[in-house]
């Protein structure tokens, strides 16, 4: 078994904002989470801006946040590996 099969892991699903005024991340009251980035979605560029506004919030390390569906869509399944 791997170190990555033993750690535990959660998904959760993003809405993301490019182009947005400011950097943030908002959770609604039912728990929704949206990701405002000042990057266009050109190159890669939002989305490396979301793990690490993601990473930040979780209080992990980029290399724990990965992007698992919608690299190219607004609506993205995150997956958080815990330390």
Do not use: Y
């Not at 535990?8 to 039912?30: D, F, L, Q, Y």
């Not at 506004?53 to 946040?65: K, M």
């Amino acid at each position: 078994m791997t170190a990555m099969a033993r750690e535990a892991r959660r998904r959760v699903r993003v809405r993301v904002r490019p182009r947005a005024g400011k950097r943030a991340v908002e959770v609604s009251s039912s728990g929704d989470i949206t990701v405002s980035v000042l990057s266009p979605p050109e190159k890669g560029r939002a989305n490396q801006e979301v793990i690490e506004l993601l990473a930040d919030h979780f209080g992990l390390p980029a290399s724990r946040v990965r992007i698992v569906r919608g690299a190219g869509a607004r609506l993205k399944l995150v997956e958080l590996a815990d330390r």
